[in-house]
């Protein structure tokens, strides 16, 4: 099937062709659904040690282990499972897996790259445990595979003196994203999140090899895809704009589009305001920063739960969002006050929302 054009409506995949994860397609036509918060920030509360990321397990590995908080999925699973537990507490629907850097290029700063699957199956069991204790038939609970960018990029020289040099390429990114991909699908995730976006190159090997995952198991999950822009340019760092972000992963049919952490949310709502414009036949997700960062802040940044809830009210009451919640800084305080700031105001209107095709049909 050829990609649709820039004039042609995005046709994502018909009611029946989820094999995992319509329940949430069904929810984001009732209301605003809500995301969690941050997974580090939350853990920060139990100041844990270097002992406690190294467990027993790890006891004799070389090198500092403290800071690698996908590691505590295999060493300290409790402290995982008390941080969603205590976002779902809060009014998330949405959880996301302990994965961020879960990909076997992240882990490699730890000398731990074989671990990657491991850790994306341990991570989502993890995950999945906690949504089944607090989903019911009025609230119901997805656990999202969360994707993250990798510390390195596919379309940005890391040496300024060279703009032709790159240190990774498109395979190795698309063999670890599928690595990762897999341990998720494997571990019981009802979708996957791709966030953080800062190169779109680095985002379409994530796509290619999702892609290429479900093609293979036959298995179709819904996919949100969450660039991040990183100054007041409006750009994410690869130089693009929102617009042409959505341009450049359209292709993909994704659940929704959105953007997610960075500047916070209120210098972000010009930027999510576009991306609303630039694609209505597509739900929107909006998860920021509590604002932008403050070293001496307890959280590491300034904004309390009611400045971010009623940022994200804002935001609600304009007709912006589908799908909302909080990146670094929020914690289950934050997210509670956006479900409660959210939940009086209908979802934004998605044309066409009713008229999913099968992936391998043509556009409504």
Known sequence: MSPPSASQPVSRPAASAYTRG?????????????????????????RLTEDDYRGTRFADHPGQLKGNNELLSLTHPDAIRRVHEAFLEAGANIIETNTFGATSIAQEDYSLGELAYELNVASARIAREAVEKFES??????????????????SISPDVNDPAARNITFEQLRAAYFEQARGLLDGGVDLFLVETIFDTLN?????????????QTGERLPVIISGTVTDASGRILSGQTV?????????????????NCALGAALMRPYIEELARVAPDTYVSCYPN?????????????????????????????????????????TPEHIRAIAQR???????????????????GDAA
């Not at 994707?147 to 596919?154: D, E, F, H, Q, V």
């Open 290 to 330: 509590a604002g932008l960062p403050n070293p001496m802040s307890a959280t590491g940044f300034d904004e309390t739960p009611e400045v971010t809830g009623g940022l994200l009210e804002d935001f609600a009451r304009a007709g912006f969002l589908n799908l909302a919640g909080g990146c670094c800084g929020t």
């Open 342 to 360: 959210l939940t009086p105001y209908a979802p934004r209107c998605v044309q066409h929302a009713g008229l999913f095709t099968a992936l391998t």
């Open 22 to 46: 319509q329940g949430l397609v069904d929810l984001l036509q009732k209301r605003i659904a809500i995301i969690d918060g941050g997974m580090g920030t939350t853990l920060q509360n139990d």
């Open 243 to 259: 617009a042409a972000f959505w341009y450049s992963v359209r292709h993909a049919r994704p659940l929704a589009i959105g953007l």
């Open 137 to 154: 038939p009025d609230a119901p609970r997805f656990v999202a595979g969360a994707i993250g960018p990798t510390p390195r990029t596919a």
């Open 203 to 215: 985002a379409k090997a994530a796509i290619f090899a999702l892609d290429e995952l479900m093609e």
